[in-house]
């Protein structure tokens, strides 16, 4: 079946932009989650999403960032006034539930870039 | 959180088997290991996860240590084509969500 989708696939945005970026997870996956990759780095979580909820928004790094999800499926993450610290790939995960053993399926990415 | 702790580079003959090693000294007792791979501007991938018994799938065995405290994952035929950087992640519960703490993962490089 079709995996997780992102689009767009890249961003150039001037400095103070707003940009949304758009997740499509597996169908049925009740779970999605949102990490950045900037160049050279490991993977930072930014915000999980049960359905439509946000229990952890933990990883958010300003209130710049903000994200929903709508009918249990598609999610965007709204990137408001975006600095060139901004600049990354943007992935997104899903999985069929929460669990300690329940693997993240991830799509390819967004990669961002604040001029 | 348990952390997580991995050789920046590693390069394997082609046809070898490509072992990684995996330092996760303060893993808990409920926290699994995970192993994903990134190949160059792709998602990460799943590869294999374990408790405390060994594991095998099409893809990859891992093999985790009596006490836990070490991993290693095996690819058996290292093909050209598992050219990677390799993430050896610990499942953490952390306010409430079982999210990925990822490092900065292995760069498996395998020659021909």
């Known amino acids: 079946g079709a995996g997780v989708s992102q689009s767009p696939s890249n961003k150039v945005t001037e400095k103070g932009k707003d940009v949304e970026l758009r997740c499509d997870p597996i169908s049925g996956h009740t779970a999605l989650y949102w990490y950045r990759q900037s160049l050279g780095q490991g993977l930072e979580f930014l915000i999980y999403?049960?359905?439509?909820?946000?229990?952890?928004k933990s990883g958010l790094p300003s209130d710049r960032f903000s994200a929903e999800r709508t009918g249990g499926s598609v999610s965007t993450l709204t990137i408001q006034r975006t600095q060139q610290e901004d600049s990354a790939v943007y992935l997104c995960?899903?999985?069929?539930?929460?669990?300690?053993?329940?693997?993240?399926?991830f799509g390819p990415g967004t990669r961002l870039t604040v001029t | 959180d348990a952390k997580t702790t991995q050789p920046p580079s590693m390069d394997c003959a082609e046809g070898r088997a490509a072992n990684l090693p995996c330092n996760h000294s303060t893993i808990s007792g409920n926290e699994y290991v995970y192993w994903y791979r990134q190949i160059h501007s792709q998602g990460p991938q799943y590869i294999i996860h374990g408790l405390k018994n060994n594991e095998t799938n099409e893809m990859a065995s891992l093999i985790i240590t009596e006490d836990r405290k070490s991993s290693t994952l095996i690819l058996p035929h290292a093909t050209l084509r598992d050219t990677a950087v390799y993430y050896c992640i610990v499942r953490a519960l952390t306010s409430g969500t079982y999210k990925y703490i990822f490092g900065t993962g292995t760069r498996l490089k395998v020659l021909a």
């Open positions: 999403f049960q359905g439509n909820s946000a229990p952890d």
């Open positions: 995960a899903s999985s069929a539930r929460q669990g300690v053993s329940i693997e993240q399926y």
